[in-house]
C-alpha cells in the first residue's frame, strides 16, 4: 500500500460544479502540500496546510491530522481549472516529500 | 523576483554522455529540493538542501547521480553516465525555510537515447 493514496485518480466534471479531491496517508507528518500541475507540466504550491483550513479564491483545502486525511475542493469549477493535482506529505522523521499519485482534473464548459 | 530558474528545458542526449542541470532559487529561499517525474513512478523528491547543504540524498537512484550547492544562488544535478532510463522530467524547487511552502522551476524535460 502506498504512503500517500489520492482518489479519484481521474476526473471529469462540468463548468461550475463543486469539486472534492482527497488525499490519505499512513505515515506520521508535520505538514501536507497540495500542488497543480498544468497541462504544460509547470508545477505550483496550491496550499501546505498542517492543521485546519486554508482558503485562496474558490480553492479551498483541508486536513484532519487524526484521521490522516485531507481534501481539496474546487467551487464553481472553470475549464482552466483542468489540471493533474497531486497531494505530498512532509514526513515528522527527516522532511523527506513522499507524493500521491495524483488526480487529473477536467472541467467541461 | 522571477522566480525558481531551471536550464536546460529540454535537453536530448546521447547514452553515456554527462548531463548537468541547473538551479537558481529564489532570492533568499534557503532551503533548495530536487524532483523527478514520470510516467511510471510520478513525482520523486530526489535530494534537498538546506543552507547549501545536503540534509537528505536518499532519493537519489544510484552513484550515477550528483547534486552541488556551491552558493546560495546556484545549484546543479549531474548525471554521469546518464542511461535512458533516467529520461524524466526534473524540477528543481525551493523555499523560505524547511517545512514552508515550496515554489517550482518550469522543469528540465531530459530524454536520453
Known amino acids: 500500500k502506498n504512503e500517500v493514496e489520492q482518489s479519484p485518480q481521474n476526473l471529469t466534471a462540468q463548468e461550475g460544479e463543486f469539486i472534492t479531491i482527497n488525499c490519505s496517508y499512513s505515515?506520521?507528518?508535520?505538514?501536507l502540500h497540495w500542488l497543480q500541475q498544468h497541462p504544460g507540466g509547470g508545477i505550483v504550491s496550491l496550499f501546505m496546510l498542517s492543521s485546519g483550513k486554508k482558503k485562496h479564491g474558490r480553492l479551498i483545502a483541508t486536513i484532519n491530522i487524526q484521521e490522516k486525511h485531507s481534501s481539496l475542493h474546487i467551487t464553481a469549477s472553470h475549464p482552466r481549472d483542468s489540471a493533474v493535482y497531486i497531494c505530498?506529505?512532509?514526513?515528522?522523521?527527516?522532511?523527506?516529500?513522499?507524493f500521491g499519485g495524483g488526480t487529473r482534473l477536467m472541467v467541461k464548459p | 523576483d522571477a522566480g525558481v530558474i531551471q536550464s536546460p528545458r529540454h535537453e536530448v542526449t546521447e547514452m553515456g554522455q554527462e548531463v548537468t542541470l541547473r538551479c537558481k532559487p529564489i532570492?533568499?529561499?534557503?532551503?533548495l529540493f530536487w524532483y523527478r517525474q514520470t510516467m511510471m513512478r510520478g513525482l520523486e523528491l530526489l535530494i534537498y538542501?538546506?543552507?547549501?547543504?545536503?540534509?537528505?540524498d536518499s532519493g537519489m537512484p544510484e552513484d550515477r547521480f550528483s547534486a552541488k550547492m556551491p552558493n546560495a544562488s546556484f545549484s546543479t544535478l549531474k548525471i554521469q553516465p546518464s542511461e535512458p532510463r533516467d529520461s524524466a522530467v526534473y524540477f528543481c524547487?525551493?523555499?523560505?525555510?524547511?517545512?514552508?511552502?515550496?515554489?517550482f522551476g518550469q522543469g528540465t524535460r531530459l530524454t536520453v537515447v
Open positions: 538542501f538546506n543552507n547549501n547543504v545536503p540534509i537528505d
Open positions: 505530498a506529505v512532509v514526513h515528522n522523521a527527516g522532511n523527506m516529500l513522499t
Open positions: 532570492s533568499g529561499h534557503n532551503s
Open positions: 505515515v506520521g507528518i508535520s505538514a
Open positions: 524547487a525551493s523555499s523560505l525555510a524547511q517545512g514552508s511552502q515550496a515554489f
